[in-house]
């Protein structure tokens, strides 16, 4: 299940420490190549001549290797790595990571990490509940990484409640499922239309909207994160393009995002059209700046391509057609409506009344409507979550 995969292992300083040697044990039976790297409190609770047996590779903490002066490249490290676990995961190195401070090898090796990010906090249970622990957790989550859940029970200290290590065999399936997500969009080429649209006016005017691109780039991240080839198309927003994105072109309007849009979707696996774009454009655009005069310019409208729709039409079996609807009254029958007459195989319905959802925002509120259409409602959640819970769902499609 696990084969070839390189796994490094974070250990830090917590009484869970003692059952890393039983996942290192778990992961290497199941394939995957461990490498762990233990902070100096760590080894408090666990020798490093255990984890180096188990995992058949010495154990590192230090920059250097002393006897030599070598040094342990924590940027080779973090190439080397599919995925970096950070198990047990103390409050306090979690305080470091949230704050970019890194005093040990563990802590630039997270600093520099290119894999995904696991993390399997380890406390007892009032410092699990500090605000602060709350907060970094959170500010993890946005980030992206991924969080193993303490489990409830007793804890090394007598109290009882949330805080204990999630056990070996647990932490094992969630990396396996971790890998599995992976490779059902693995190669798959993924278009996504991101930001809002420019409707020119004249030379310096338009007409746009308050879409910020957040959401879009967010689902693109996730994809990428997932083996998939990321193709975006993006109106005009202020964010840098993520990390492993196949390509990015830059449009203005409406009818620039259609045929990027056209061009690239035949070859495309999948489409998810999270752009605002403009539903009606100025007639005519004003070939000098229109000057105040006696009279209150109109400007006549005329309606713009619908992308979604039109990709709808040419869309083939082996394809798969993601929409957003943004309703502000009867929302779910109009998104419903909007499935269909586009064509598509998913919707996903952001509503204006949900306080904290929607543009400029980091958080979304959104509902899942496929085509069964049953509606599938999620709490408000940061731009990263929603995304990592709307590419579930293509997943659970495909
Ligand atoms: N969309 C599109 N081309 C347009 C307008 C919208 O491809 N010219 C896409 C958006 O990217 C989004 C979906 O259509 O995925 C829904 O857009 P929305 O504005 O909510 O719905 P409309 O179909 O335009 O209908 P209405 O404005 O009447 O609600």
């Known amino acids: 299940m696990l084969k070839a995969k390189n796994i490094l292992i974070g250990v830090t300083g917590s009484i869970a420490a003692y059952k890393i040697p039983i996942l290192v044990r778990l992961l290497r039976k199941s394939g995957a190549n461990v490498q762990v790297i233990m902070t100096n409190s760590a080894k408090d609770f666990v020798t490093p001549l255990t984890l180096s047996t188990v995992s058949n590779k010495a154990v590192l903490s230090q920059a250097f290797k002393t006897e030599t002066g070598e040094w342990n490249s924590h940027i080779e490290l973090a ?66 990484h991924i969080i193993v859940e303490p489990t409830e029970g007793e804890l090394a200290s007598g109290l009882c409640g949330a805080g204990r290590m999630e056990e070996p065999e647990n932490i094992l399936k969630r990396i396996e499922d971790f890998f599995e997500k992976k490779s059902i969009l693995k190669a798959k080429k993924v278009l996504v239309s991101v930001g809002p649209t420019y409707e020119a006016i ?19 991240e996730e994809l990428a994160n997932r083996g998939a080839e990321v193709y975006i198309v993006s109106g005009p927003v202020s964010i840098i393009t993520p990390k492993n994105i196949e390509s990015r072109v830059d449009v203005v309007s409406a009818d620039e995002m259609y045929n990027e849009c056209i061009n690239l979707f035949p070859t495309m696996d999948i ?19 229109i ?13 713009t391509k619908d992308v979604l729709f039109s990709l709808g039409e040419i869309k083939t079996d082996n394809q798969t057609l993601v929409g957003f609807a943004l309703e502000t009254e009867n929302e779910i029958p109009n998104a419903i409506k909007k499935l269909h007459k586009k064509n598509l195989d998913l919707i996903v319905l952001n509503s204006m009344n949900d306080k904290g959802a929607g543009f400029g925002y980091s958080t979304n509120q959104i509902s899942l409507i496929d085509r069964n259409e049953h509606p599938q409602s999620f709490e408000l959640k940061s731009k990263k979550e929603v995304a990592i819970d709307i590419i579930d769902k293509i997943e659970s499609l495909l």
């Not at 000057?291 to 309606?303: A, Q, R, S, Y």
């Open 202 to 220: 004249d030379p310096v005017r338009f007409i746009g909207n308050h879409s910020s691109g957040k959401m879009g780039f967010a689902i693109a």
């Open 291 to 303: 000057k105040k005069g006696d009279k209150t310019p109109t400007i006549e409208l005329k309606p």
């Open 79 to 144: 190439e080397w790595a599919d995925l970096f676990l950070l198990a047990p995961l103390s409050a306090n190195s979690m305080g470091k990571m949230v704050n970019g401070i890194a005093d040990n090898l563990l802590l630039t090796t997270y600093l520099s990490a290119r894999s995904e990010i696991m993390y399997a906090p380890a406390m007892d249970l009032d410092m699990y509940q500090h605000p602060s622990t709350k907060r970094n957790i959170q500010t993890l989550k946005d980030w992206g």
């Open 271 to 289: 489409a998810i059209m999270a752009a605002a774009i403009a539903d009606f454009t100025p007639k005519n655009i004003a070939s000098q700046k």
